[in-house]
């Protein structure tokens, strides 16, 4: 029996030592291939390339290495973490025992794509363009821009509660800001802790970031000052106070005051004051299902409600016409809170969820000016989910416009989904490689809205939420998600989350988030971040695509959203129709078309809304009294919020055409636009497995004048796309600017990949077709990419080269001889604007081209 006993004992110790073996096999493996990698890094800057992105794979694969190392150690606890998530519950054990080497061979991965595209940049056979490694504490943070020293725009991402230390902070961003709570507020003086205080006078300016106010943990003196209905009537989950009772801007305004007048003007606060997290005060209740953070509110919010009514319909008897009630005034009406949502699309219905929206931006309005009054530079922003918006979730109290047009930077914390949870299964988007919806229909308002402005998505969910965190995940979907995000006008982002420590070891109260995310997930992580390094580099074009005019608006309609719970479904399939030509879309409401330049767009597309209010339809009619186009179907914009009948629309000075079908009226505002001539001028020509398209794209000028797309393929399955200029005279030559190489005339993209494709006119020239020729190579410069001047270095002694600087249309730039040299530094170029060129060296019988980047 003992020797049974011990002969299992052995048996488990071998094992284990073979476990551990092989795990530091593995690691061992990964410090050889970052020892190879560091060496092509230095061969490669020696030869003034470019090397930042192979140096953020030797960071991550160190980083990474060590998170490996305590997950190894900390078995049990991973597997606690993995229970939490629905993924992985039944497989946690398993999970949490097969995570490190996950890890490691995910490292190798990653290190054995960086050494062979280095390989590739050392033998010339890509060309990257320099990277610009932002130096945060040197951005300026602008109106719709953040820009480094040299006025370069930059573009920002970090982690939620990521360590501010060098190892992570040098790649991996290095926000700053400060976090402040009525707690803080310790009487009802307005005193304000005094450590608190002493943090704020000693903090330095820093790097930009944002202040964080947070609205829960009421103090216990306004408990006692207020009643215990102060805290019970709250925004559930994030504010947890009655924002309708007098004591809540007391207490707020201690805040603030206490405060605010030791931050202002300080860096952190660069990216504004962000005046509540996700708020919602969710006041409906559904018999069919539980509806989370749901509450009834105070008499301070319902007397507030008479107030509404009475100024909303003057008098008594029109509320009891359309409520079918019959109070004898204002003062008598009764609503039961949370409201049924059986009595949607009722009048009683729309006016308790547009109020609710009223009151919580007067709230905010409120907040704002009193921030003002202590900094009065201070940019208000909300962290807002635009879910709300793109779901049309109902009497949540968040007005996306109105809250937008408060604030001076377009904060939000949009999600995109890479899987979805059916019945506890893992699903994926029936169409799309992942769901993109609330990101494109939510920034397309923001940017609508305000188009002037910075969006900063200070929880980003793109990452690391529960539709959104697959440990399996393709790392091509984060470069995907944040190239897209970024074409649509993202500006900063702070990835939820980072929960570990410096050594991997979890912070303590982490939540649910963490099993399978990106602290679990170098590929994921570093790609990114090689993602952002690639924002940055094509910064200006990036930009210019986020400030492109949107000629076709999409119209939104709030009486309509109020009363229909899918009525973003028809509006989502006009939008979705239409975001695949290569045309910036846009959404139009009352306010935007009233109060903007109508020559931003030429045409408004109305479909699917039945129900408008008298203000919304008479703002479009006004519009096409002066000239204005609208596209509409035959069922909308037939009856008012009450659902009482409307004249609609009449045919003036402008144009009104009827289209019943998402077909129809894209043809419609596509000849529209092509009578404008506002149409793309290039064409993309997609087929694809699926029937229908999946890649979008934008098309800009660069410095040169030549035309560039952006495109980005949201299909599940490969696209082939054939890219031409309209006006070509002799063909189009396609080049790609991330790998710097010339592209076949067919593009082949399977699903997440991202092109940045410059095209140019071949004009008759064959020098934009031109490979080196190897076996006439004359010559080797360097640096290249080059913002100075370069060095040509020649393989043999000669007595006499000819060296041509062409541009890629083929136009003959300068021409320059040199006699009896073996190394000289060539600077023909050092006015020309930034791109890439082709040196043509000529010796005797003998001719070498050879690409040359301008950064």
Not at 615 to 642: F, H, P, R
């Amino acid at each position: 029996m003992i020797n049974k006993q011990l002969g299992k004992y052995l048996l488990v110790f071998v094992l284990m030592l073979s476990y551990t073996s092989f795990s530091q096999t593995l690691e061992q493996k990964a410090r050889i291939k970052i020892d190879s990698l560091n060496g092509f890094i230095a061969e490669v800057e020696s030869l003034g390339k470019d090397a930042l992105k192979e140096k953020l794979a030797v960071r991550t694969a160190e980083v990474f290495l060590k998170f490996a190392n305590w997950d190894e150690n900390n078995i049990e606890e991973n597997k606690s973490h993995f229970e939490k998530y629905w993924l992985y519950k039944n497989v946690a054990t398993q999970m949490a025992q097969e995570l490190p080497d996950f890890e490691r061979n995910d490292i190798l991965k990653m290190l054995d794509e960086s050494i062979a595209y280095i390989k590739k940049i050392k033998k010339e056979e890509v060309f990257r363009a320099p990277i610009p490694k932002v130096d945060w504490s040197k951005v300026t943070v602008g109106q719709d821009e953040i820009t480094m020293d040299n006025n370069k725009p930059v573009f920002l991402a970090d982690y939620t509660w990521k360590p501010d230390t060098p190892e992570l902070t040098e790649f991996y961003g290095e926000l700053n800001g400060f976090y402040i709570s009525p707690y803080y507020v310790t009487n009802a003086s307005g005193k304000i802790n005094q450590n608190v205080i002493n943090n704020l006078n000693t903090k330095a300016s820093g790097t930009p970031g944002f202040v964080f106010i947070n609205n829960k943990n009421v103090p216990q003196w306004a408990i006692d000052s207020y009643g215990a209905d102060f805290t019970k009537f709250q925004g559930a989950p994030f504010l947890d106070y009655d924002i309708d009772h007098p004591g809540a801007k007391v207490m707020m305004s201690h805040l603030l005051k206490g405060t605010v007048t030791k931050m202002k003007g300080k860096h952190y606060t660069d990216l504004g004051y962000m005046l509540c997290n996700e708020p919602r005060w969710i006041t409906y209740k559904d018999g069919t299902k539980k509806v989370w953070y749901t509450s009834g509110v105070s008499t301070y919010t319902l007397d507030k409600f008479k107030g509404w009514l009475q100024n909303k319909h003057q008098n008594i008897a029109q509320l009891n016409a359309l409520w079918h009630s019959s109070f004898s005034n204002f003062e008598e009406v009764v609503i039961e809170i949370p409201i049924d949502i059986s009595l949607m699309g009722t009048p009683k219905w729309y006016d308790w969820v547009t109020f609710n929206e009223d009151r919580v931006t007067d709230w905010f309005t409120w907040m704002k000016s009193e921030l003002r009054k202590y900094d009065p530079t201070a940019k208000a922003q909300l962290k807002i989910m635009p879910s709300f918006f793109t779901e049309n979730d109902p009497a949540t109290g968040i007005d996306l416009e109105a809250l937008t047009e408060l604030s001076e930077i377009n904060g939000n914390d949009v999600a995109a989904n890479y899987n979805y949870m059916v019945k506890g299964e893992i699903v994926k988007d029936e169409k799309y490689a992942f769901g993109w919806k609330e990101l494109y229909m939510g920034y397309d308002f923001l940017k609508s809205v305000q188009p002037n402005q910075l969006i900063f998505n200070s929880e980003s969910h793109l990452l690391s939420t529960n539709n959104a965190r697959d440990l399996y995940m393709d790392p091509k979907y984060p470069r995907a998600v944040y190239w897209a995000a970024h074409t649509l006008g993202l500006n900063a982002s702070q990835t939820w989350y980072w929960p570990r420590k410096e050594d991997g070891s979890l912070k303590s109260g982490i939540t649910g988030a963490y099993a399978g995310s990106n602290n679990q997930q170098p590929r994921v992580t570093n790609a990114l971040h090689a993602t952002m390094m690639d924002l940055n580099t094509h910064s200006e074009l990036i930009m210019k695509m986020q400030r492109e005019r949107k000629p076709i608006r999409v119209f939104y309609s709030k009486a309509a959203a109020a009363n229909k719970g899918s009525y973003m479904e028809g509006v989502f399939e006009m939008y979705e129709g239409l975001n695949f030509e290569g045309i910036p879309l846009g959404f139009a409401t009352k306010n935007i078309i009233s109060k903007q330049d109508s020559s931003l767009w030429d045409v408004i597309v109305v479909h699917k809304t039945e129900q408008v209010t008298l203000g919304e339809l008479n703002t479009l009619q006004d519009y096409i009294d002066n000239g204005g186009t609208v596209i509409t179907d035959a069922i909308s914009l037939k009856k008012n919020e009450y659902g009482l009948p409307l004249e609609g629309l009449k045919q003036t000075k402008g144009k009104l055409i009827l289209a019943n079908t998402v077909a129809q009226a894209k043809i419609e505002a596509l000849q529209i636009l092509e009578t404008k001539n506002h149409l793309p001028k290039v064409t993309v020509t997609e087929t694809n497995a699926e029937g229908y398209k999946g890649c979008t794209w934008r098309c800009v000028k660069n410095e040169q004048g030549n035309y560039v797309l952006s495109i980005v393929n949201l299909g599940k399955t490969e696209a082939t796309l054939n890219v031409q200029l309209k006006q070509a005279k002799n063909g189009t030559v396609a080049k790609d600017l991330l790998n710097g190489l010339k592209l076949p005339s067919q593009l082949v993209l399977k699903p997440y990949d991202v092109y940045l494709i410059e095209l140019i006119d071949e004009k008759g020239s064959d020098l934009a077709n031109k490979e080196e020729l190897k076996k006439d190579k004359i010559a080797t410069i360097y640096p290249n990419p080059s913002h100075g001047p370069i060095t040509v270095e020649l393989n043999e002694f000669q007595t006499q080269l000819t060296v041509e600087m062409y541009n890629m249309d083929g136009g003959l730039i300068s021409q320059s001889e040199f006699n009896n040299v073996k190394t000289f530094e060539y600077n023909q170029h050092a006015k020309l604007a930034k791109g890439m060129y082709l040196l043509k060296l000529k010796m005797g019988n003998k001719t070498q081209y050879i690409k040359y980047i301008k950064a």
